[in-house]
């Protein structure tokens, strides 16, 4: 394994592109010169250097943590992508996963071995001191994407009898403390949240007053067990910066900062947002197998909503023969009815999302929804309309298509609001299954529409 000494001077990012620098990463592995590639990105934060390892191909990256030596940074680890970091996780000696772990939080460190086989796994905590293997093992129990998981067990908690001085001088001696920290907990002697106090009151407040005498006894607690996006939603509802994690018993295990919150914001978007397309968890670094794996799903429930508004289209096969402007016109129906849907849709899963739609309001929502339906279906019906009678010269025609335009925007904004509403009801995500089934309605009720108004009115 080849290290590179740390002194070397850091590349300049701005002057140089990611792009330009994986480039020449990237050849520089390929030839084997693990030297020049280390040199490379020594220096570099760990937000770009994790850049750097996402756009290299697997076996690049590798060879890149390799070559680095002790000169890379763990940290990079708990910034990468999930999806790149469980094939590192996988591909990289378990000698080195154990480094890892000792220097990273614990939630870092948890999501970093997760995934592993459990052999794996026992083989990386046994490197370990007893009392962190002991924390990852607790962190590790708990369900992913919750509380548990998410906190870092590494904490400050002192006695509601300490004095200013004794806090202080607790954490100047003792060792295995945090890193950085913003807030000191305090607790009784069954480790019970009473309070806590800022560090910036601490340190303005004279040694000899008791901590209890400025700790602030009203505070936000989270339990272990919490989602992680109703803790998300407590940060933001009252501005926390952190908040203490508690068990069962209300024992204090852990403590949620507001930078994991911020991720977990970013995590919730993007997955809302990959759900909405019919695209699983991936991520950029999955394989042409994983990633044909999460798509495949939603196509074929798309491939038979599809053959469905087909079956429909078949009805009035004979009325369409006797007018060609009618398979002309279809698209436009189908397409518009399709955008207004997937607007109510995408407003409703996000509103049900942050808890800001539920049974309270749901009524006076979906009034409103099925009224912006028909107000733009009107005005969307009068525009195609007068399209079409220049276009066509048919005033019938124009009637035919405003008419079906209306009844498939009203339709759209019902189903937009409605199947997103009703898959919530029964506990499943209305991300992800939202899209199709809103389609598979505007189209066939677009097409049956238009083609129906069309054989009554037109022949």
């Known amino acids: 394994m080849t290290s590179v000494d740390e002194t070397e001077v850091a590349p300049d990012v701005e002057a140089v592109s990611i792009a330009d620098l994986v480039r020449e990463v990237a050849l520089a592995l390929h030839d084997g010169d693990n030297p020049r590639a280390a040199a490379l990105v020594t220096g570099l934060h760990p937000r770009d250097l994790a850049d750097v390892v996402e756009l290299l191909s697997p076996e690049h990256r590798v060879a890149l943590i390799q070559a680095l030596g002790p000169a890379f940074n763990y940290e990079v680890l708990s910034e990468i992508d999930e ?49 962190e293997r002991a924390a990852l093992e607790r962190q590790l129990e708990y369900p992913e994407e919750t509380a548990g998981r998410l906190m870092q067990s590494d904490f400050v908690a002192v006695a509601p009898y300490w004095t200013i001085d004794q806090v202080i001088e607790h954490a100047r001696e003792t060792d295995d403390l945090p890193d950085t920290f913003a807030e000191i907990f305090v607790v009784d002697p069954a480790f019970r949240v009473l309070g806590s106090v800022d560090l910036s009151r601490l340190l303005r407040t004279r040694r000899d007053v008791p901590v209890s005498d400025i700790m602030e006894a009203d505070l936000q607690v989270v339990l272990a067990t919490d989602d992680q996006e109703s803790v998300a939603r407590q940060f933001e509802r009252y501005s926390l910066i952190s908040a203490p994690v508690v ?141 079409v009678f220049l276009w066509f010269g048919s005033t019938k025609l124009g009637t035919v298509i405003g008419a079906a335009m209306v009844v498939n925007l009203f339709a759209a904004a019902l189903a937009g609001i409605l199947i997103p509403l009703v898959l919530y009801r029964f506990k499943l995500d209305p991300a992800p299954a939202s899209g199709v089934f809103v389609t598979m309605i505007t189209d066939c009720v677009g097409f049956f529409a238009f083609l129906g108004l069309a054989s009554l009115i037109l022949f």
Do not use: C
């Open 247 to 387: 068990d069962e018993n209300g024992k204090l295990v852990g403590v949620i900062t507001v930078d994991d919150v911020v991720e977990i914001i970013q995590s919730e978007a993007d997955e809302d947002m990959r759900a909405l397309g019919g695209v699983g968890d991936e991520s950029i670094g999955d394989t042409v197998i994983q990633t044909a794996q999460s798509r495949v799903p939603w196509l074929i429930v798309n491939l038979g909503t599809a053959v469905l508004a087909s079956f429909v289209i078949k009805m009035f096969d004979a009325t369409i023969e006797q007018m060609v402007a009618l398979a002309v016109l279809m698209p436009v129906v189908a397409s518009i009815g399709g955008n207004a849907g997937t607007q109510t849709m995408t407003v409703t899963v996000r509103a049900l999302a942050t808890n800001k739609l539920g049974a309270i309001n749901a009524r006076r929502i979906i009034s409103r929804e099925a009224t912006v339906g028909l107000l733009n279906g009107f005005v969307l019906s009068l525009i195609m309309a007068s399209i």
């Open 83 to 131: 999806g790149v970091r469980d094939q590192l996780s996988e591909a990289l000696p378990n000698e080195l996963l154990a480094k890892a772990v000792t220097e990273l939080d614990t939630d870092d460190a948890a999501y970093l071995i997760e995934n592993l086989e459990q052999a794996d796994r026992d083989e990386i905590l046994a490197h370990l001191p007893k009392g």
